[in-house]
């Protein structure tokens, strides 16, 4: 069972342009949410996170949203940069359990100068 | 401190062979985790310690897979009789922490082709 799910497999987007990357996830258990960046043949680096306390934050260009009644989280990055051209991971934990991640299967975002 | 260190970075092996991978985690990180990624999806959990006791195990690490972290500093994890199947980014991660919402730092992965 996919409990954290990211619909769209990729993105393209103009430099300067917001860019817009949507999760979704099923287990309401789930109380702390992370977005990681990666490379080809690197390892994720951790971008941004969010706790269900909160609705926003931001860091720089990058804002999270978490709608927690539907389940949702996006990532904003305003404005996109070639440099943010990457593969986008979303993950979840439930802070009561291992505290392990559940990750998505990622959107390639390509930003296109 | 380097982050955390994955060796090897490729690892080629055939059909049959035992493999052993080793993570180097940051220095005071108490939480070590391994995942797996195959092409187009996500990093799957495999292990978690913490400090030197395993605590989950997922479904995913069968009996050919062991684990171990020895005095909560380096890791281990090999996989004896290889599979193809067994291909992937084997990717070790470690955080600080005694509860909820701490990030993981990951390392660079050990990509494993079974020919």
């Known amino acids: 069972d996919q409990q954290v799910k990211q619909n769209s497999p990729s993105l393209s987007v103009q430099e300067g342009r917001i860019s817009i990357l949507n999760c979704d996830y099923t287990n309401s258990m789930f109380d702390y949410f992370l977005w990681y960046k990666k490379y080809p043949a690197e390892g994720p680096t951790f971008l941004i996170s969010i706790s269900s306390i909160k609705d926003k934050n931001e860091d720089g260009r990058f804002t999270v949203f978490l709608n927690k009644s539907a389940k949702h989280l996006s990532l904003h990055i305003v404005p996109s940069q070639p440099g943010d051209s990457a593969v986008y991971f979303c993950?979840?934990?439930?802070?009561?359990?291992?505290?392990?991640?559940?990750f998505g299967t990622g959107t390639r975002l390509k930003v296109l100068a | 401190d380097t982050g955390v260190s994955q060796d090897p970075r490729h690892k080629i092996t055939k059909r049959g062979q035992n493999v052993t991978f080793r993570c180097d985690p940051i220095s005071e990180h108490n939480r070590l985790y391994w995942y797996r990624q195959t092409l187009g999806q996500g990093p799957e959990f495999l292990t978690y310690f913490q400090n030197e006791a395993q605590l989950e195990k997922s479904r995913l690490l069968s009996d050919r897979f062991s684990a171990e972290r020895p005095k909560g500093s380096f890791s281990t994890l090999e996989i004896q009789r290889t599979e193809q199947g067994d291909s992937a980014m084997y990717l070790c991660a470690s955080s600080l922490g005694t509860g909820g919402g701490y990030g993981y730092t990951f390392g660079s992965g050990t990509r494993l082709t079974v020919v």
């Open positions: 993950a979840a934990s439930a802070t009561s359990g291992t505290y392990k991640y559940i």
